[in-house]
């Protein structure tokens, strides 16, 4: 997956400035302005610590505008450094999409073999003291990546994420998303809790931006994973209809097939659609998040 853009002589300049000096910078934040990677802040080594100089990202990185963190985690090392794409969920659309795609384009054009690790990450919690040791905890014992791998590891991620935080990130999206959704798919929402359709599936549109509305149905639960695609990714809402109340529960469901831009975008977006139809439509939702790779 390529979006075309490269690394600018800037870039590549303060990156080179990065390698050469050791005892005064801890890293190096990078964005993308006119179709280009260029560098935006210097991250400084103010202790000689690694994990105290992560102290500084808390000011440098902000909540709704995506960068690339580059670190020099391993001093003395040649391939000592850690490319981390910084994604929040209240960036925008395009600029999480746009970041997604280009991750693999940085780590290629300033050298392969200066990164011993990429990693990503949607929030500035993930990039302190405490946050680091956990990640470092957690692959301490996987094998090295090769760049598909590292694209993959990148995606499930990202739905990782949004596993974890669907439930506690809709009351931070309240009021403001960076998601919009069509008329077509907010009034069948709306009318989801009593209306004639008990299934209710969205799509995201990614030429677009928005979530769109993919169908509507009635089903039992028997027959549900049926009626769920098999071939494209979906945000599905089921009305669970039974003799004392009538239970709305999400699902969200992204096949093998699905391609690796899709499942990014599915996975990123998927707190903000259930936000959506949370806040947009009214809907109480008894359970979030049923997260599988074949319908259910």
Known sequence: MQSGITASRELHDAFNNLVSSSATQRGLIASIKEEKLVPAEAIPSSSGDFFDDLNSLDVLLKENE??????????????????VTYVPDSAPVRQKMLFAATRLTLVRELGTERFRETYFATAKQELTAEGWRKHEKHTQMKAPLTEEEQTLQGVKEAEAEASRGTGHRASHLSGQTTLSISEEGLRALKELPSGGSNLVQLKFDIAKETIELANTGTVDAESLSSAISDT???????????????????????????????????ASFRA????????????????????????V
């Not at 009538?246 to 992204?254: A, E, G, K, N």
């Not at 903000?272 to 998040?289: E, S």
Request: net charge positive.
């Open 66 to 83: 995506a960068a690339y963190v580059l670190l020099r985690r391993h001093d003395n090392s040649p391939d000592g450094y850690v490319a």
């Open 232 to 266: 494209d990714p979906r945000y599905s809402f089921f009305r669970y209809k039974n003799q004392e109340q009538s239970p709305i529960i999400f699902i969200y469901t992204c096949p093998p097939s699905s391609k690796i831009k899709e499942r990014m975008v599915y």
């Open 272 to 295: 903000g659609t259930v936000a959506l139809a949370q806040q947009g439509a009214g809907l109480d939702i008894a359970k979030k998040a049923v997260r599988s790779v074949q319908p």
